[in-house]
């Protein structure tokens, strides 16, 4: 089994409908975060969590809300989709082990697009 | 602030032929350097990282890059490419403190018979 699952892995929606992505771990890590992926923009950071008690916002926070569940879960929310938030989305975790680098596992990704 | 710099959208080779991927980053400090490939229909994998030691690492899928502090470089390599490396590979450092990974454009390879 995957070690980190992403559900829908596509969705199409319309515009101003509220969309939940959702991503699951099975890695045990602390860390999880949430990507956007454009042609010719690589990965950008949505969100990311260092525990269930810490959210924070990354470069394009905009429009997007999420939720630590429970350290293994971590939700991504468009409360009222747009069509330029049509992307590849994708959630990954990593755990910081100090003397070493921040290694990310990627889930399969999600791809949204908006009508 | 950190950027990492991938000046090739895309490159195609031949089958068998040696492959350099170039990344080009912008770190006060001594980075922390990645390289990850994502495969048509799938989430990144690392392929290697640097963050000490000896500037030559060595990946999976027989890659290795260089570090070159005095050219800001860490450019990925393969000696002979093979029809499934065929994908999109990122070239990634990670910020100050450690806890933000930013990426580059990505450069995506094309492998012709």
């Known amino acids: 089994d995957a070690d980190v699952t992403q559900t829908p892995r596509n969705r199409i929606t319309k515009t101003g409908k509220r969309i939940m992505l959702e991503c699951s771990q099975t890695?045990?890590?602390?860390?999880m975060y949430w990507y956007r992926q454009d042609p010719g923009l690589g990965l950008r950071l949505i969100y990311y969590?260092?525990?269930?008690?810490?959210?924070n916002k990354g470069e394009i926070s905009d429009g997007y809300s999420v939720s630590r569940q429970a350290q293994a879960k971590f939700s991504l929310s468009l409360e009222s989709a747009i069509p330029n938030q049509t992307a590849l989305y994708f959630c990954?975790?990593?755990?910081?082990?100090?003397?070493?680098?921040?290694?990310?596992?990627f889930g399969p990704g999600t791809r949204l697009t908006v009508l | 602030a950190q950027s990492v710099t991938q000046p090739d959208i895309h490159i195609t080779v031949s089958e068998g032929a040696s492959l350099e991927l170039r990344c080009n980053y912008s770190?006060?400090?001594?980075?922390?350097l990645f390289w990850y490939v994502q495969s048509p229909g799938q989430g990144l994998q690392l392929l290697l990282k640097?963050?000490?030691?000896?500037?030559l690492v060595q990946g999976i899928k027989g890659f290795e890059a260089e570090f070159k502090r005095s050219q800001s470089s860490f450019n990925l390599r393969k000696p002979s490419v093979h029809w499934s490396d065929a994908a999109e590979y990122f070239c990634?450092?990670?910020?100050?403190?450690?806890?933000?990974?930013?990426f580059g454009a990505g450069t995506r390879l094309f492998v012709k018979a």
């Open positions: 890695k045990g890590h602390d860390r």
């Open positions: 990634a450092v990670i910020n100050t403190g450690g806890f933000k990974t930013i």
């Open positions: 990954a975790t990593s755990d910081y082990i100090a003397g070493d680098t921040d290694t990310q596992y």
């Open positions: 969590s260092f525990d269930v008690k810490d959210i």
């Open positions: 770190y006060g400090a001594t980075p922390y």
């Open positions: 640097y963050f000490s030691g000896d500037t």
